[in-house]
């Protein structure tokens, strides 16, 4: 009897792990990405490495992202740019001169750009945030 249900069993793991990698396999969407095309590409490049078409118009250097961890001691700076993004590390192409997104990432602005907005605002921006890191993370240079 314990013999022929493990085959059973094993055949019925294997079904499971198929429809649930069915699922993520239609999962495809890029988050991080979309946002980094969407609100930074167009100074940073669309592979992180400064050359935006933007570029030219601004009055500082459009730096590379491909290098922040680099430049860090091999440690993506996580914490810096983070806030970075969010507006807490004020830097003056994002934050003054040139606020062409940096209103994306605050709450009461992220509800009427995004139609799936949900009720937890702050989850939600912080969601789309880390997204966004994890993408300048994978562009990082080795
Ligand atoms: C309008 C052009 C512009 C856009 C759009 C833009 N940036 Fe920047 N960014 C700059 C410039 C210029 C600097 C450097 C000058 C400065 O310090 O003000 C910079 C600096 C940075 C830095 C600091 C880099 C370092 O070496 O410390 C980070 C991180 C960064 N940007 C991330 C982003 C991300 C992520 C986005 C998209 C959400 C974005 N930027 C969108 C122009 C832009």
Redesign the pocket.
């Known amino acids: 009897m314990k013999l022929k249900w493990k085959p059973c069993c094993l055949t019925l793991v294997a079904a499971a792990a198929c429809v649930s990698g069915f699922a993520y396999a239609a999962d495809k969407v890029d988050i991080g990405k979309q946002e980094?095309e969407t609100?930074?590409a167009?100074?940073?490049g669309l592979k992180g490495e400064g050359n935006g078409p933007?570029m030219a118009s601004?009055k500082?250097?459009?730096?590379k992202?491909t290098t922040?961890s680099k430049?860090n001691g091999g440690v993506f700076p996580y914490e810096r740019?983070y806030d970075?993004?969010d507006g807490r590390y004020l830097?003056?192409?994002?934050g003054r001169d040139?606020p062409?997104?940096g209103n994306r990432y605050c709450t009461d602005v992220s509800k009427r750009l995004w139609d799936d907005y949900p009720a937890d605002a702050e989850s939600f921006v912080r969601s789309r945030i880390l997204a966004?890191i994890d993408y300048?993370n994978r562009l990082q240079h080795k």
Do not use: A, G, K, R
């Open positions: 980094y609100s930074c167009n100074c940073h933007y601004l500082s250097n459009v730096p992202l922040l430049n740019v970075t993004i830097i003056e192409s994002h040139m062409i997104w966004l300048l």
